[in-house]
């Protein structure tokens, strides 16, 4: 029996049920282990499988959460209109010209989902080549996570997703009739890729733990699939991807640490693929093919922030590598892309990007921005041989703008400027790139975005929004969503903390395992300077962080309740301890490398039983918390939100509400409409303005 008040407006109280666990002579009880179903894997692919007693539990969270909420719905609705007012009803990508094709994807007014599309390179009637929307009526969740036409242009193929929990069907249809082709591909990470003759295509598999385990190679118009290769690491992620130049069909191994890549010659898609350097700890490489020879992007001979080496075709391993952009340190290399004579990469210092296109004889130009804080990013086409890179830019005032940059010419091309239908002044807006210094003598880079002329009296509230993890950097693009705050006297700012690559990978090395406490320490440390320097005041700050994110607020919320109005914790990592000692879920082994192995290493346990948000709930004064979660989420599974909100209830000594909205349609992403999917927004910001008012 489920002990839960019914009452929306109680706040449902959850049965304790005292679970003892004892690991490395350690001790932990944890009283609400029993939200987790016996049966979560078949939950995933099923949602209807979930224990009633469960499901009744987080559908009272949820009448709680719109109870308390109740009195914001119209502020809701106005926050939701004024975002869709955003977005263009018929937006359109920037075609991408392959052959005798260009091929994008397009919006019909009020569609949720995207049209797939092509047209003759030179103009003329589109071909659709799959409509999303159509595809997604009769599921409450649709997405479509990738599509990819045949390089002789006659099928198109796409992975979908019914249910959130990242099972996708890869389905191939003939362009010229219209039809599906029988014999879907099940049980697929979303993952596939096209051999260059089209007769094949390669696919990776999605085991019943959730992870990527083996490629196998379909026959085109058949059921038959041949196993290419299989993982044994159960820590280790695998991909495969044709390259643009076609030589190569790539198998990519890795974890956050080490990496390794099998080779399939492209004219011989049949062949066993062949190791291009064996897996060594520490090592991280992937790989491109330019032809007549490979080139690497590595961390090798202590290159931290990585450098670009060539590799012969038939010797590709690390014996033979040859520098061909040396490493400077501080001068991150993010990636790079090909074409048939030039190479494109990006490099980042200090937060902000720049890109360097480079001649295969070594002459080099650059695309730069003269602004506080920006985003320049790649955006590669379908073809090898050209002497055009696409890019994109953006910054937190600036709308994202597609570009066209012709080699041969050094000129550019504005291919397309994202459009603002309610209306877009960039001048009414002030970026600023502001420095907090943390406790131990680090520089963090900080973004700030407020309208033009804001008081720094200390009044004005503030959004700060974290990550710090995995060496993902939160990059400044516009986000016009946020604007809805901003326009209200919000003050929006990123914390570029340890944990991301904004200075580098030594910068996510500092914020990673034993190291890891620095990433809250730095958001924190934010958080004080922009109180200090009059951008806003104690308690008038809230909070905001998704997945990874979500460890960050909530071990922030656990270590400095008193600097929060709120805490937005979006599909969080906050049950570290319990999920990295669960071998049994999807990314607790390849993500080992990240936090320590509590399992075995008694450091790594006292390290993250230091700071796991769920393990260090004690009796203190909360400010308020908006947990969201998916019940088909595979990344972080429900029951950590529900668990974090029903312990950080007990333990309150405050009477702020703590709330939790557990979509029961949606996964790690939430809703996939690209309407549907401002609702919840519509409620974080609703949440953040009745937090700071209430």
């Not at 979560?40 to 949602?47: A, E, G, I, N």
């Not at 290399?333 to 990007?353: C, P």
């Not at 109180?531 to 270590?559: C, D, E, F, P």
Request: net charge negative.
């Amino acid at each position: 029996m489920n002990d839960v008040t019914l009452h929306p407006a109680t706040p449902p109280l959850a049965r304790k049920e005292p679970r003892r666990i004892a690991q490395l002579g350690r001790h932990r009880t944890d009283d609400y282990a029993w939200m987790k179903d016996d049966n979560w894997q078949t939950v995933l692919r099923d949602p209807t499988a979930l224990r009633d007693d469960i499901r009744a539990h987080l559908l009272a969270e949820n009448a709680y959460t719109e109870a308390v909420l109740a009195g914001t719905l119209e502020v809701q609705a106005q926050l939701r209109a004024e975002m869709k007012a955003r977005i263009k009803p018929d937006d359109a990508s920037v075609p991408k010209p392959d052959g005798a094709f260009a091929y994008y994807r397009r919006y019909d007014p009020g569609a949720e989902h995207p049209v797939y599309v092509r047209t003759p390179r030179d103009g003329g009637d589109e071909t659709i080549l799959l409509d999303a929307d159509a595809s997604a009526r009769g599921h409450a969740y649709y997405r479509v996570i990738a599509t990819n036409h045949s390089p002789d242009h006659t099928l198109f193929a796409y992975a979908e997703d019914t249910q959130g929990s990242e099972v996708y069907q890869v389905r191939i249809k003939d362009i010229a009739t219209g039809a599906v082709l029988p014999d879907p591909i099940l049980s697929c990470t979303g993952d596939f890729a096209w051999s260059p003759c089209a007769k094949f295509l390669f696919w990776t598999f999605r085991d019943d733990k959730g992870r990527p385990t083996r490629i196998y190679r379909r026959t085109v118009g058949s059921a038959t699939d041949v196993l290419v290769y299989e993982e044994l690491d159960e820590g280790f992620f695998i991909g495969v991807d044709t390259t643009r130049s076609g030589g190569s069909i790539l198998i990519g191994c890795g974890n956050q640490e080490t990496s390794e890549v099998w080779r399939i010659p492209g004219n011989d898609p049949t062949a066993m693929p062949s190791v291009i350097e064996p897996r060594r700890t520490g090592l991280r490489y992937e790989v491109d093919d330019w032809g007549d020879r490979l080139v690497i992007r590595t961390n090798a001979d202590g290159a931290v922030d990585f450098k670009l080496v060539e590799a012969p075709l038939d010797q590709p391993g690390r014996a033979h590598w040859r520098d061909l952009v040396s490493h400077r340190p501080g001068h991150f290399i993010v990636g790079f892309t090909l074409v048939q004579n030039h190479l494109a990469r990006v490099e980042r210092t200090e937060a902000n990007n720049r890109i360097i296109i480079r001649t295969r004889e070594g002459g080099e130009a650059d695309i730069a921005v003269d602004e506080p804080a920006y985003v320049l990013s790649l955006d590669p086409g379908l073809e090898f041989r050209t002497a055009t890179i696409g890019y994109i830019y953006s910054s937190p005032t600036t709308p994202r703008q597609w570009f066209d940059y012709d080699i041969a010419t050094a000129t550019r091309r504005l291919r397309k400027a994202q459009e603002i239908p309610s209306g877009h002044d960039p001048a009414l807006y002030e970026t600023r790139r502001l420095t907090a210094t943390a406790s131990d003598g680090a520089t963090i880079p900080i973004t700030l975005l407020m309208r033009r002329g804001t008081r720094l009296d200390g009044s004005a509230p503030v959004h700060l929004y974290g990550y710090g993890s995995y060496g993902l950097a939160i990059e400044p693009w516009f986000q016009p969503n946020i604007l809805s705050l901003v326009d209200r006297g919000w003050i929006h700012v990123i914390a570029h903390i340890r944990g991301g690559t904004e200075k580098g990978w030594d910068w996510f090395l500092a914020g990673r395992g034993a190291h890891k406490m620095n990433s809250f320490t730095d958001f924190i440390a934010v958080a004080e300077h922009l109180i200090v320097h009059g951008y806003t005041g104690a308690g008038r700050i809230v909070a905001h962080g998704g997945s990874a994110g979500g460890l960050l607020v909530g071990a922030a919320l656990n270590l400095r309740p008193d600097l929060w109005a709120g805490v937005i914790a979006a599909v969080p990592f906050v049950d570290v301890l319990n999920t990295i000692s669960d071998e049994s879920l999807p990314l607790t082994p390849p993500e080992w490398p990240e936090w320590g192995n509590p399992l075995t290493d008694p450091l790594a346990y006292d390290t993250i039983a230091a700071y796991s948000p769920y393990d260090n709930i004690a009796p203190r004064a909360y400010p308020p918390v908006l947990a969201t979660g998916g019940l088909s989420d595979p990344r972080v599974t429900y029951w950590e939100p529900a668990k974090f909100v029903a312990k950080l209830r007990e333990f309150s000594t405050g009477t702020a509400p703590i709330l939790l909205k557990i979509d029961m349609d949606a996964g790690h992403a939430g809703a996939a409409g690209r309407f549907d999917a401002l609702k919840q927004t519509a409620m974080n910001y609703a949440f953040a303005l009745w937090a700071v008012d209430r």
